[in-house]
């Protein structure tokens, strides 16, 4: 019998009505497969209690705030456990920490080192369904948490450790579409993706999937399905490349609003002055995604680079800071920008694929500022005006709604 882990964000577990349906499919499938479940906490539970933390202390202390935050997954668990017992299936819920999930000292962001197996396994050998409280973990005897998307990562780690034949992430979406459907309504479900494929849109915002979970996925090689949770349907099956793949020049469309860039110009063009620019930069804990050098007149360059939108006025507040170390004349800035990449492992067998891009903006009259490339990425800057325009272009010209 194949053993495969299931996980249920917070929106598919949000009402006990919710639960109980999920209950009934979960038990359905036990007749013929093994089950772990792991679940995130109810609706915005986590949400709530991040709010009560921050009105009780404006630096909470990390175990505290681990032991608080951690108790929304124990409602959940034990809520399905009842459910699924009220239908005759045996079932057990375990925490983090009783399911042998052990992770690193760095509360609200710990990363798991290690699953001791043999309390799930015993308990599957009974029988029985076993639901495990995600996000958590446990290090020297005190509970930890994941992070953001915690839950994600759990799953695909308990899968990782008990072999499991898949990963299926239950959600509100029924797959991964090929771009955001609310900006092009031609968007298309896409049935199978590679975990680089996944991994470049999920560092680009899309919310389907936790990075760190795509990531272990791809490290240990399993199986992930995004799926709906309370609608038939074969999902996004998330795996390992293979020739088959490369058929499908472009996967999606990825794009992110959280960008902002900044110009400074007229800096000195001579060796070291990038480092002088972003050495202060880094120095501030400001990660920069984008980099343009332009080389001016008179021995002056322009130096352009992209930070988040969160970072925009603490690093124009260090570039100012730092304007003798920098010798610019002066700095211009704008969040008015988004990012706008094609990602797609077919790249790799493919030429022109940026030129194709390029001639696309360039026929519906959308200027791009900046451009960066890698084996299975196109990334444009473009004037935020322009994102839905862009986009809907190149899902045509790239005919990404067809199968």
């Given at each position: 019998?194949?053993?495969?882990?299931?996980?249920?964000?917070?929106?598919?577990?949000?009402?006990?009505?919710?639960?109980?349906?999920?209950?009934?499919?979960?038990?359905?499938?036990?007749?013929?497969?093994?089950?772990?479940?792991?679940?995130?906490?109810?609706?915005?539970?986590?949400?709530?209690?991040?709010?009560?933390?921050?009105?009780?202390?404006?630096?909470?202390?990390?175990?505290?705030?681990?032991?608080?935050?951690?108790?929304?997954?124990?409602?959940?668990?034990?809520?399905?456990?009842?459910?699924?017992?009220?239908?005759?299936?045996?079932?057990?819920?375990y925490?983090?920490?009783?399911?042998?999930?052990k992770?690193?000292?760095?509360?609200?962001?710990?990363?798991?080192?290690?699953?001791?197996?043999?309390?799930?396994?015993?308990?599957?050998?009974?029988?029985?369904?076993?639901?495990?409280?995600?996000?958590?973990?446990?290090?020297?005897?005190?509970i930890?948490?994941?992070?953001?998307?915690?839950?994600?990562?759990?799953?695909?780690?308990?899968?990782?450790?008990?072999?499991?034949?898949?990963?299926?992430?239950?959600?509100?979406?029924?797959?991964?579409?090929?771009?955001?459907?609310?900006?092009?309504?031609?968007?298309?479900?896409?049935?199978?993706?590679?975990?680089?494929?996944?991994?470049?849109?999920?560092?680009?915002?899309?919310?389907?999937?936790?990075?760190?979970?795509?990531e272990?996925?791809?490290?240990?090689?399993?199986?992930?399905?995004?799926?709906?949770?309370?609608?038939?349907?074969t999902?996004?099956?998330?795996?390992?490349?293979?020739?088959?793949?490369?058929?499908?020049?472009?996967?999606?469309?990825?794009?992110?609003?959280?960008?902002?860039?900044?110009?400074?110009?007229?800096?000195?063009?001579?060796?070291?002055?990038?480092?002088?620019?972003?050495?202060?930069?880094?120095?501030?804990?400001?990660?920069?995604?984008?980099i343009?050098?332009?080389?001016?007149?008179?021995?002056?360059?322009?130096?352009?680079?992209?930070?988040?939108?969160?970072?925009?006025?603490?690093?124009i507040?260090?570039?100012?800071?730092n304007?003798?170390?920098?010798?610019?004349?002066?700095?211009?800035?704008?969040?008015?920008?988004?990012?706008?990449?094609?990602?797609?492992?077919?790249?790799?067998?493919?030429?022109?694929?940026?030129?194709?891009?390029?001639?696309?903006?360039?026929?519906?009259?959308?200027?791009?500022?900046?451009?960066?490339?890698?084996?299975?990425?196109?990334?444009?800057?473009?004037?935020?005006?322009?994102?839905?325009?862009?986009?809907?272009?190149?899902?045509?010209?790239?005919?990404?709604?067809?199968?």
């Amino acid at each position: 019998m194949n053993l495969i882990v299931k996980k249920y964000g917070g929106t598919s577990v949000a009402t006990a009505t919710k639960i109980k349906n999920i209950a009934k499919k979960i038990v359905d499938e036990s007749r013929s497969s093994k089950i772990v479940v792991v679940l995130s906490a109810m609706g915005k539970t986590t949400d709530q209690l991040v709010s009560l933390a921050n009105k009780c202390s404006k630096n909470p202390d990390g175990r505290d705030y681990d032991l608080l935050v951690s108790s929304g997954e124990q409602v959940s668990i034990s809520l399905l456990s009842m459910a699924i017992k009220q239908l005759g299936k045996d079932s057990i819920a375990y925490t983090g920490w009783q399911a042998g999930i052990k992770t690193n000292n760095t509360h609200a962001s710990a990363r798991i080192t290690q699953i001791n197996t043999s309390r799930i396994k015993k308990s599957l050998k009974e029988g029985k369904i076993v639901i495990i409280a995600g996000f958590q973990g446990i290090n020297s005897g005190y509970i930890t948490t994941l992070g953001r998307g915690g839950s994600d990562t759990s799953a695909v780690a308990i899968a990782a450790a008990l072999k499991a034949s898949e990963c299926q992430i239950y959600t509100d979406v029924d797959g991964v579409y090929t771009t955001d459907p609310r900006v092009c309504n031609k968007a298309r479900k896409v049935d199978t993706m590679t975990y680089e494929e996944m991994l470049e849109m999920s560092g680009l915002g899309s919310k389907v999937l936790q990075l760190r979970s795509v990531e272990f996925a791809s490290k240990y090689n399993v199986p992930v399905r995004v799926m709906h949770a309370h609608h038939a349907g074969t999902g996004t099956l998330i795996k390992k490349e293979e020739k088959s793949v490369e058929d499908a020049l472009i996967t999606g469309i990825a794009f992110t609003k959280d960008e902002s860039e900044i110009m400074i110009r007229g800096v000195k063009d001579s060796p070291g002055i990038a480092a002088s620019i972003l050495g202060p930069i880094g120095e501030a804990d400001i990660e920069v995604d984008m980099i343009v050098q332009n080389v001016g007149s008179d021995g002056l360059a322009d130096f352009t680079f992209t930070v988040s939108r969160k970072d925009f006025n603490k690093a124009i507040q260090v570039i100012e800071k730092n304007k003798k170390k920098m010798n610019y004349e002066e700095v211009s800035a704008t969040k008015n920008i988004v990012k706008v990449s094609l990602i797609g492992v077919g790249m790799r067998s493919h030429a022109g694929i940026a030129g194709q891009m390029f001639s696309c903006l360039a026929k519906k009259k959308i200027n791009i500022r900046m451009i960066s490339t890698s084996e299975i990425k196109i990334s444009v800057v473009i004037d935020q005006k322009n994102l839905e325009n862009a986009v809907k272009a190149l899902h045509n010209e790239f005919k990404l709604e067809r199968k």
